[in-house]
């Protein structure tokens, strides 16, 4: 299977800082259709995750334009410019490229 | 506005099995697959497998073949998991996702707690 590290595993920062995830697989998650199908999700504390950044740099409807992603092959990143209270949780990257489709560790955004 | 709604904690006993409900509405129930993530603390998110609504079609995770199986109710709108020869190792949240193919995960349920304990 392949497998998705997180770094780092957690992140310390204050409301309006800048911070970036990094996530980085095993294997290349360029199908062979063209497409790279690795998305970001955030788990807000007490609740389900929800879908941040599909196909490494589509912002989901609704999700603010403060959250970018970027990356290709092996190496990914999502980035929040300008933290607000709102975006503390849990980020996980997930690849759908490989099956069985498979979850990053998690990073841990809180409050320095 | 899409929904999916999520049946009750369950506390079973080892050995035991459970079966766990997802009934979706606000869109089209056949027009997406339905997947089932399993959360731990300690093994984090991990995918099941996914039913393809219209046709009653599953892919199973390696890993869950034989742990569980995935069924649908078209006319109720309603995916199940149900999940056998419980362990405590299957104490968990599980969720089930509307996926659009590809790990495309866009609306979660709010998570079923399972608990395996004698």
């Known amino acids: 299977d392949v497998v998705l590290t997180q770094t780092p595993p957690t992140l310390s920062a204050t409301i309006g800082q800048s911070v970036s995830i990094s996530c980085r697989s095993s294997?290349?998650?360029?199908?062979?259709?063209?497409?790279?199908?690795l998305h970001w999700l955030l788990q807000r504390p007490g609740q389900s995750p929800q879908l941040l950044i599909y196909?490494?740099?589509r912002l989901e409807s609704g999700v603010p334009n403060r959250f970018s992603g970027s990356g290709s092959g092996t190496d990914f990143t999502l980035k929040i410019s300008g933290v607000e209270a709102e975006d503390l949780g849990v980020y996980y990257c997930?690849?759908?490229?490989?099956?069985?489709?498979?979850f990053g560790g998690g990073t841990k955004l809180e409050l320095k | 506005q899409v929904q999916l709604q999520q049946s009750g904690a369950e506390l079973a006993k080892p050995g035991s099995s459970v079966k766990i409900s997802c009934k979706a509405s606000?869109?089209?129930?056949?027009?997406?697959?339905i997947s089932w993530i399993k959360q731990t603390t300690g093994q984090g998110l991990e995918y099941i497998g996914y039913?393809?609504?219209?046709?009653?079609?599953?892919?199973?995770n390696e890993k869950f073949k034989g742990k569980a199986t995935l069924t649908v109710d078209k006319s109720s709108s309603t995916a199940f998991m149900q999940l056998s020869s419980l362990t405590p190792d299957d104490s968990a949240v599980y969720y089930c996702?509307?996926?659009f193919g590809v790990g495309y995960f866009d609306y979660w349920g709010q998570g079923v707690m399972v608990t395996v304990s004698s």
């Open positions: 294997q290349s998650l360029l199908h062979s259709n063209g497409n790279t199908y």
């Open positions: 606000g869109y089209t129930f056949t027009s997406y697959y």
């Open positions: 039913i393809n609504t219209g046709s009653g079609g599953t892919n199973y």
């Open positions: 997930v690849q759908g490229t490989h099956a069985p489709w498979t």
């Open positions: 996702v509307r996926e």
């Open positions: 196909l490494v740099s």
